[in-house]
């Protein structure tokens, strides 16, 4: 299995968020896990749940300048538009 991960936010109560690709079956998704004083539970998001849910919150915010890093010349791409 080809999972890559790339952390979008780290929250000052350790609670964190990668964004993460599952190579294998394609599914880009947020996966969340808790701080430990909060049992450090995983949960997958789906990314469009996610957007809509977090998009006021921080890591939503991280999120979002991520992706914006694809269209601001930042990452090579791959064709053009």
């Known amino acids: ?3 890559r991960s790339r952390q979008i936010y780290h929250s000052a109560n350790g609670d964190r968020w990668h964004l993460v690709h599952d190579g294998d079956s394609g599914n880009v998704f947020v996966k969340h896990k808790a701080n430990l004083p909060s049992g ?3 949960t997958d998001i789906e990314l469009g749940v996610f957007l809509e849910r977090d ?3 921080p890591q939503g915010d991280a999120l979002v300048r991520l992706i914006g890093t694809l269209a ?3 990452m090579p791409s791959s064709q053009s538009a």
Request: no cysteine; aromatic share 0%; net charge negative.
């Open 1 to 3: 299995m080809t999972v």
């Open 40 to 42: 450090g539970q995983e």
């Open 55 to 57: 998009r006021q919150s």
């Open 72 to 74: 601001d010349g930042s």
